[in-house]
């Protein structure tokens, strides 16, 4: 940042208009931000690309079948045996759920069912099923647990247990799992960062200004990104609105604390403080920008993605860590310089006074990576090189229902009580479309599937063409039903003029795999490029952006190896979603970056005048606590993600909290300095580094910044 443009900014008027304009902004957003989740779309249907197979399908049966449809079954059971009075208890129940509010169609009774060959009884007798379809229209996942709990009080048995299964009851467990946690995991997270800045800055007051913006910018963000899901059709989901709020927090305060770490540098330079901001601004708003710039690009590199679901998270993102970026640069300098020096107490940093980085725990870190840097880097990477190879293990083809939550909910014991008593979830089928002429030939191939139940009566659809159902024998998300899926495709694709398209629960499941997979690969070296373009741009040199991705990219397979392992022994994980391998990545690659920037902006800004090898030790050393410091930050912030029940973002906040502690502790402190030790200027080739500083360079002095 220029600084005239700095010294503006934090002129002893334009300060405090640039807290009003905050204030302001925060309270038109605040009241925007609270109806964030008015406008979420948690549909499964709305996060498949229009060309997949079975969101075609969808379309096709829109006139027919509603897919706002929830299918839901109430699974009771008794050791021993129901008995007639039991059957005729759950029959009663049966016609008193068909008033519950966002039913529709014909309750099934288990009785009802078993006569129909559908299989409402169990043959020891001991479960019954009783099938009821939801549907509240596009506010299903809103509504469907107010409906859920409507049923579990009609739905008792006196000694026997009930549950609540199939797509419906998976879905009310999910909806209540989310329910509140924006607000929840906001103040958890707020909660952490509080403590970590408390024992940064040692200082009981200092840390409010820094958790003061980022509430603004958490709340700012939520209201703008409302106005884009409303007005602009952007796609927000629970999801993407739990990880706005850990992104906003972790990022805002990284680059509080390296704003205040410079500040705090400047303080003992200037004894006007509101040059020393100034100076503070002109040297940390670059390092800041291209750190923001390089997550903002990042994410939006997800609107490439074929996943509605995950094209939709990257502007959500972008927005919010856009918005971060301009309140620290504004909103927080304008508070520090307000506060005055007092705010750091009770260490002041007092004008003259000496610089305690010379001597800290990094300065000491770089004078023993020194004298042999080739072995150290050598050492180093061999040693994340070995824990990449913890990969080998990741198993990312998906989930079953039972496995993709970190905790037992109501609706997956009601789907072990159905395998072990021989029924099948009816709520699971294939849906094949097809031109009536071949539905017969369809049906026929159909029943040649292993794991499709018996096909149901052909219905039409439009004139020229039919669809028909049959049940799949396994759980909705697990690879025998994908199995089931690929061989039920294979086989009426087969059939000449049919025309036949397979979709379903299952089909849904599998082209989300399939979508990601294909994400992966084209995603990932977009991200490579794109940040390999904002660090030559901003080092402005070849082999230093070339030397830093590649430290990233081992930092990203250490971390996932490591994790991966965590996953398997440690949690019991039985493995990954197909989305979680390119959104660790992106989030590790976008945000690990971060902290190389923080190193070599000011490796450059250092080696212009002592040279690259000197100009290292001194960055290490002024850096390296508030780096560690920004790396415990957001570590910490991505951890909180654990707290619900939810496997794949358990898995997304471990990993990138290890990958990030990796990239602090070992990556940009180690491995990054150990090379820029061992290369010496050559790093900076092509650019006019290269050569070495020039002879003669002015120390830079005072300067007072233009005021307002």
Known sequence: MHLQLAGRLTGRVTKWLVVLAWVAAFAVCGSLSAKLVDVQDNEASSWLPGDAESTRVSEELAGTVDPNDIPTLVVYQRDGGLSEDDLAAIEEQAQEMASVEGVTGEVVDPQTAAAAGLGGLSEDGEVAVTTVVLNFGADGWNAIPDAAEDL?????????????????????????????????????????????????YRSPVLWVLPILSAAVAYTVSGGVVYLLAKHAGLTVNGQSQAILGILVIGAGTDYALLLVARYREELRRHEDRHAAMAFALHRAAPAILASAATVVVGMLCLVFADLNSTAGLGPVLAVGVGITFLVMVTLLPALLVIAGRWVFWPKRPHFGSREPNTTGWWARVGRAIEPRPRRVWVVTAGVLAVACLGLLRLDASGLSTEDTYTQEFDSIKGQKVLVEHGLVDSSNTAQVVTDTAAADAVVSAMQGVEGLGEPGEVRPVSETRSYVEATIDHDISSSPAFDVVEATRAAVHDIDGADALVGGGSAFYLDTKVASNRDNKVIIPIVLLVVFLILVGLLRALVAPLL????????????????????????????????????????????????????????????????????????????????????????????????????????????VALGVLLDTMVVRSVLVTALNLDLGDRIWWPGRLHHGPPEERPVPTEQEPARV
């Open 152 to 200: 579990r009080e009609i739905a008792t048995l006196d000694g026997a247990t009930v549950h609540l299964a199939g797509y419906g009851g998976q879905a009310a467990d999910s909806a209540e799992a989310f329910e509140g946690i924006d607000t929840n995991l906001i103040l958890i997270t707020f909660a952490v960062v509080i403590v970590i800045l408390l024992l940064t």
């Open 548 to 655: 830093l991705m590649a430290t990233v990219v081992l930092s990203f397979g250490a971390a996932l190896g490591i994790s991966t392992l965590l996953f398997e022994f440690v949690f019991g994980f039985a493995g990954a979603d197909p989305g979680f391998p390119l959104f660790a990545f992106v989030f590790l690659v976008a945000l690990g970056i971060d902290y190389n920037i923080f190193l070599m902006t000011r490796v450059r800004e250092e080696s212009a005048l002592h040279g690259t090898r000197r100009g290292s030790l001194i960055a290490l050393s002024s850096t390296g606590g508030v780096i560690t410091s920004a790396g415990l930050v957001l570590a910490a912030t991505f951890l909180v993600l654990g707290t619900i029940p939810f496997v794949f973002l358990a898995e997304l906040g471990v990993a």
